[in-house]
């Protein structure tokens, strides 16, 4: 039986001599190569890497800045910065339409500047105004927008439209009553068009957007009636203010 045995073992040593060793031991290790597939990386794919990094990283720049300008530390600055950029590009195309038509004969800058001024007291007053708004008639149900409206038109657009003018008068070195003059004058005409403009406007506004969209919307909006305000503000006053002391 020990014989049988041993004839067994070395039958089993002698067939994996001649068998050689098991695949599974043999085992290369190719070099890796890099790219798609396992082929060789283009030189494009590199480029294209680079690109879209860059743009993610941009795009992430983008997000943290419009985090920080519509958080509520920075949120007055970025409003009045809005006013005053969306003011001053209103008059610039207010005065090169006027040139157009011959109605002026060259750009004033020192009118767009004053422009941009009054565009950071507008902004300060509405930003406020609607952070006021929202704190004591929170919701957004249909009796509370229209409130919001009808309180909009009634209070802040005079206060506003009377602040431009007063703005712009002590910026022009005017007296209290050329100031006063000028807005019996003109003021009405500012506030005939906020009824044709602002309720449905506002109620979008007051409907859809949160509070700290809201003077950035109401800006885009407003550009078209920045063009009206500086039309109205520098067209030629009525004789009767120059007799004015």
């Given at each position: 039986m020990q014989s049988m045995r041993c004839c067994s073992a070395r039958?089993?040593?002698?067939?994996?001599?001649?068998?050689?060793?098991?695949?599974?031991?043999?085992?290369?290790?190719?070099?890796?190569?890099s790219g798609v597939g396992?082929?060789?990386?283009?030189?494009?794919?590199?480029?294209?890497?680079?690109?879209?990094?860059?743009?993610?990283?941009a795009l992430q720049k983008l997000r943290e800045l419009h985090a920080i300008a519509f958080s509520s530390r920075f949120l007055l600055f970025t409003n009045v910065g809005i006013s005053l950029t969306l003011s001053c590009v209103g008059d610039v195309l207010e005065q090169h339409f006027e040139i157009y038509?011959?109605?002026i004969e060259r750009f004033e800058s020192t009118r767009t500047a004053h422009m941009a001024i009054s565009g950071v007291t507008v902004g300060v007053i509405c930003h406020y105004w609607y952070k006021m708004l929202d704190r004591r008639m929170p919701g957004r149900s249909m009796?509370?927008?229209?409130?919001?409206?009808?309180?909009d038109q009634l209070i802040c657009s005079p206060i506003y439209i009377s602040a431009f003018f007063v703005t712009l008068g002590l910026l022009e070195r005017k007296d209290k009553h050329e100031v006063w003059e000028e807005i019996k004058e003109k003021a009405w005409k500012l506030y005939a068009a906020e009824w044709?403009?602002?309720?449905?406007?506002?109620?979008?506004?007051?409907?859809?957007?949160?509070t700290h969209y809201r003077i950035f919307y109401d800006n885009i909006i407003s550009?078209?009636?920045?063009?009206?305000?500086?039309k109205v503000k520098h067209k030629q006053s009525h004789p009767h203010l120059k007799k004015l002391p």
């Open positions: 039958g089993l040593l002698l067939s994996s001599a001649v068998r050689g060793p098991s695949p599974r031991s043999l085992r290369i290790s190719w070099p890796r190569r396992g082929g060789e990386t283009t030189p494009g794919a590199g480029v294209g890497a680079g690109v879209g990094a860059g743009a993610a990283g038509c011959k109605e009796r509370v927008v229209a409130k919001k409206i009808v309180l044709t403009v602002w309720p449905v406007a506002q109620f979008v506004n007051f409907y859809w957007i949160p550009l078209g009636y920045d063009v009206l305000t500086s």
